[in-house]
């Protein structure tokens, strides 16, 4: 039988450039939910494209290391650099943060992780924060591309950007080079371009078009990337055609990875592994192989991972959306919540697996 949860939010809705000095904000509890660095993340950049401030306190209080990291200050900061916000509290270890943001404008901003920190995760806020601008803006972020507990960047190039593009997002990466823990020193540019946000009707995935994916390594030897490709085509041989790209760089940092996408008629689905030391070149390709079949299996039509960085993107359009996943996991869960603390909303979840989930923007 199935079970049917329904949400109805509905909330004030406060002056498309509300500040701190007129006494409306949005108060967040960083410790809710998952309770990490993408409530931060998520926070600021909706705080930007919606022109309401927001107040997050407790941040990452239930972590080993509570407060701001230095990826989420960046992060901040970059968000505030392209709406002119007035910040406080934005230092390392700070519990709170007050972000008061001004009219968000494209251009071009220059971001500096340091070392290793996910390049991925602070272009994450910076495209929402610009998801309702005019034109089109310039990207340029230095740190890591390939780390543990974010997306790599490929991810955002074969999954992630094909589905905003459905949306109404151009987003492109123009130059890339790669930074791997603990080094970094990777580099990414990405050309933003919104179009006015669409709802993303995916019920169904249409007929299957095909697998791509890429190997790649650094400072590593020809062999590693060959193998991990070759791994990957024979763990997908029933689901043609399969290409598989292979990259080697070389740079500051050491590291190799796969990156897979199955392509349908109305979605793209993906998959990754991260190499570590140890693990074989074709045990990471099983890994992303094994992966990506689980999701070829189902009638998933959203990874779990672009079902909770595109929600956001859902709340803004000007249509409903509609996604199945195999499980609702609790990033998502928290983006549901983190989210209509500044949009108005439906969200209905049915099934017991996979999920069936709509999201109805409410405009009053």
Do not use: W
């Not at 109805?8 to 007129?22: F, W």
């Amino acid at each position: 039988m199935t079970s049917r949860r329904t949400y109805r939010y509905v909330l004030p809705i406060l002056p498309m450039m509300a500040s701190v000095k007129e006494g409306k904000e949005v108060v967040i509890d960083g410790s809710m939910g998952e309770g990490g660095g993408q409530v931060v993340r998520t926070s600021v950049a909706l705080s930007a494209v919606t022109g309401k401030a927001v107040r997050i306190k407790n941040i990452r209080a239930g972590r080993s290391r509570p407060g701001l990291m230095a990826q989420h200050l960046t992060a901040i900061r970059a968000v505030g650099q392209l709406c002119d916000a007035e910040v406080a509290g934005d230092k390392v270890g700070s519990s709170e943060v007050m972000f008061s943001p001004s009219c968000v404008r494209p251009g071009r901003i220059d971001v500096e992780v340091g070392t290793a920190g996910s390049v991925s995760l602070v272009l994450q806020s910076c495209i929402l924060a610009l998801a309702r601008t005019d034109g089109e803006s310039l990207l340029i972020i230095k740190g890591g591309t390939d780390v543990k507990m974010a997306p790599p960047l490929s991810y955002y190039d074969l999954v992630l950007f094909p589905l905003l593009k459905m949306m109404g997002i151009d987003a492109v990466i123009e130059e890339f080079k790669r930074g791997f823990y603990p080094e970094g020193g990777g580099m990414c540019q990405v050309r933003v371009g919104p179009k006015g946000i669409v709802g993303l009707d995916l019920d169904v995935r249409g007929g299957f078009k095909g697998t791509k994916g890429v190997a790649y390594s650094q400072n590593l030897p020809e062999h590693v990337v060959s193998r991990m490709a070759s791994t990957a085509k024979r763990e997908l041989v029933d689901h043609q055609p399969v290409t598989i790209l292979q990259e080697r760089s070389y740079g500051p940092s050491t590291g190799a990875g796969v990156v897979l996408s199955a392509i349908y008629e109305r979605t793209v689905i993906g998959s990754s592994c991260l190499g570590e030391k140890g693990m074989s070149s074709e045990r990471v390709a099983q890994m992303a192989s094994e992966e990506l079949r689980t999701y070829l299996r189902s009638i998933c039509t959203l990874d779990v991972h672009a079902s909770d960085q595109l929600l956001p993107y859902m709340a803004l359009a000007d249509s409903p959306s509609v996604f199945i996943v195999d499980r609702v996991t609790s990033h998502l869960e928290t983006q549901i919540e983190l989210v209509r603390k500044f949009l108005d909303m439906d969200v209905s979840i049915e099934g017991q697996g996979p999920f069936k989930i709509r999201i109805t923007p409410i405009r009053t």
